[in-house]
């Protein structure tokens, strides 16, 4: 992923644990209200259910990767931006919102 300067993730918490890196960049990561300096080859391990978010306070772009346990996202996808992972988490909440409808909503939606 790559933020802008200023940019951040969004604050999240998420079900499963989660390795980020930092590749390109600094700035800071908070972690349960508690922040971190992070710079290139900087290791953030995020566990289960702890609340987090990582702020780009570089010039430049920050360029990071991230490692669910277990896999959140299926094999080879790849979001460039975060504008790019926002389009996909929102594409999936639709998704998952026609799953969860109850047979008759979703009869009528596709007749629609």
């Given at each position: ?5 200023g ?11 989660q ?54 996202h ?17 594409a999936?909440?639709r ?18």
């Amino acid at each position: 992923m790559s933020l802008k300067p200023g940019e951040d993730i969004g604050e999240e918490v998420h079900k499963l644990d989660q390795f980020l890196g930092v590749e390109k960049g600094k700035g800071k990561a908070v972690l349960d209200g508690v922040e971190h300096r992070i710079k290139p080859g900087v290791a953030i391990l995020v566990p289960a259910g702890t609340r987090h978010n990582l702020i780009n306070g570089s010039s430049g772009r920050m360029k990071l990767y991230t490692l669910y346990a277990p896999p959140h996202h299926r094999d080879g996808i790849v979001h460039a931006t975060k504008a790019d992972a926002e389009a996909a988490q929102r594409a999936l909440r639709r998704e998952d919102d026609r799953i969860d409808q109850p047979a008759s909503r979703l009869a009528l939606a596709r007749l629609r």
